[in-house]
Every structure is written in C-alpha cells, then in structure tokens.
C-alpha cells in the first residue's frame, strides 16, 4: 500500500505520540478532531493525523463517495504505524476511525487506543452491535462518548459487555460530537475540555513510567 499523506504537530523529538482519523464523513482536518489534535501538541505529544483513501480522494476530485471496504480501511491503519518512527503509540479517531482502529489495536504495536465518540450501532439500529471483539480487547482503552450519542447512549452501552482494558467517559447531555441538547446547562466547550481532561489523565496513566 502506497504511503499515506501524514498532517504532523507538536514537538519534533517527542517521543509519544498519538495517531488520529476522521469518521466517515468529514476529513482529518475537521473541526472537532483539530481541537483534540493541537490540545494533545499543547501538552507536547507528537500527533500524526491522516485520511483514508476515499478521503484523499475526496479532497482531491470534490466528489463524496463512501468509505473504503473495511480491509482496506484496516490496511491503511497498518501502514501508517509503520510510517510513524515513534516508539511510544496510541491510535484512535472520530467514530468510524476510532472503530477501524479498534479493530486493530491488538494485532498492532500500538501501546492505547483512544476513540472519539464509538459508533456502537448505527444509527436507529441499536440490534446491530459492533461490540463483539470489545468484549476480549487488550489494549488499554478510552472511549468519550456523549451520553445522547444515537450510536450509542448511556443507558444501552453500559448493558453491554465490555473488556476491562476499556473506560468510558461521559459528555454530559453530548451527542455524537459532545454537543448538548438545545437548552442544556452544559455546553459544547465544557464537554470537549472535559474529554481532553480524560485523554490527558488517560496518556498519562498509560505513560506514568516514562
């Protein structure tokens, strides 16, 4: 597979880093994932950002077309760790990059896997889990999950059968992106600190030896 077009910040000779992707619908550079990617930099992670084919593409035509097959979108996870030199790693992304990187985090060198709202379910679909291999997952795990995601709220994911390597935490009232309800006392920028204040807790604790 041909190498992947890397967007990189934070310090140069850090030796972490964290590696994200976009969900099925908006590129790597999107709002929501930036603010989680220059937030990581400010606390002097090295983070490495990039777009599955059908996104490159996507950028480069202007034409929408859906996700890659899901061997490819895996394929793709595979090469890009093999591009990053760090040897301290933890993979994630928004939703669907999240969940690709899930898939992987066992089988990869990958040390943490951070995940961006998991889309446990689509969407009004709640009998269609994609949760089976969370049950045995080994590697160390964050998921922030808005608690009125309809991929997934609060109240069905804590049914399910989840592996002891993964912690979940809460935006309050968030939806898929951590946004609360119209009319909520919580707002988005108090959800997005709050997940940051998780990740970096999370990196943190993985890390604590160096």
């Known amino acids: 597979m041909a190498e992947q077009r890397l967007t990189i910040s934070g310090p140069r000779k850090a030796k972490k880093c964290v590696i994200l992707t976009h969900g099925a619908g908006e590129s790597s550079d999107s709002r929501f994932l930036t603010y989680f990617a220059d937030a990581l930099a400010d606390l002097h992670y090295r983070v490495v950002r990039f777009d599955f084919p059908y996104m490159e593409e996507r950028s480069r035509t202007g034409r929408k077309r859906p996700p890659d097959r899901e061997n490819v979108l895996r394929e ?11 040897e301290k790693v933890v993979i994630g992304g928004k939703s669907m990059g999240g969940r690709i990187a899930s898939l992987v ?3 990869s060198r ?3 896997l951070i995940c961006l709202g998991y889309p446990f379910h689509p969407t009004g679909k709640p009998e269609k889990l994609r949760t089976e291999h969370l049950a045995d997952l080994k590697t160390p795990t964050l998921i922030l999950q808005g608690e009125n995601d309809p991929f997934g709220k609060r109240e069905e994911v804590e049914q399910y059968n989840l592996s002891e390597a993964i912690k979940v935490h809460w935006a309050p009232d968030g939806d898929h992106s951590f946004r609360p309800r119209r009319g909520s006392d919580r707002t988005e920028e ?5 997940g940051m204040r ?3 807790r999370f990196l943190f604790e993985l890390w604590v030896d160096g």
């Open 76 to 86: 793709t996870w595979m090469s890009v760790l093999e591009q990053v030199p760090n």
């Open 105 to 107: 985090a066992d089988e």
């Open 110 to 112: 990958a040390q943490g």
């Open 190 to 194: 108090q959800n997005f600190k709050n």
């Open 198 to 200: 998780a990740i970096e």
